[in-house]
């Protein structure tokens, strides 16, 4: 019989690193199998410590054999740009908070260049007239200034709220002008706003 295994506070430690260190050995995330047997421990023990760890915000669970995500980022992988998803916004949190980030990626110099760069996933149908839908993928160039005309991140309302919207500074009338790319939608004016990035690329899904 299998001598009965205990909840350790240092296992979901060694759980998480070692989830990180495959993830950026081998650009995904190991099976259940293979942490219980990097661990030493059966699948029901590796379970109960996912479980944990799930509800202490540590990783995430996608479903799959291999849905473990951590928080940690790939941003050390040595060979091509680690990108962080951006998902759904945290109200009043950094763009690029931790509770924000879904997962990341590698995306090739030689296409999208060289900066720093996120994705964000567009939510809401107030850019569809530019092409972007809602669920797209937003790839954002990091920088605070942008010209006239071009999308960006902006935060608004005191910083607690970003929004994908079209640039349009009007210095006459001591405002911005925030044109989201929808004909339905009317033009959203501001006394100021901050300039979280610029977007230079849409990846989207094909729909058969």
Known sequence: MEPKQHYSRNRPDEIEAFISDYRRSNGVSPTMQEIADHC???KSTVFTHLKHMEQDGRIITQGGKRGYLTRAPLIEVPEGNAVPIIGRIACGSPILAQENIEDYVKLP?????KGEFYLLRAV???MIDAGIDDGDLVLIRQQSTADPGQIIVALVND???ATLKRYYPEPEKRRIRLHPENETMEDIYVDYCTIQGVA???LKKIHY
Do not use: N
């Not at 110099?109 to 260049?113: A, H, N, R, S, T």
């Open 200 to 202: 230079v690329h849409i």
């Open 124 to 126: 809401g149908e107030s």
């Open 109 to 113: 110099e030689k296409i999208f260049g």
């Open 40 to 42: 030493g421990l059966s």
């Open 159 to 161: 910083d607690e709220e």
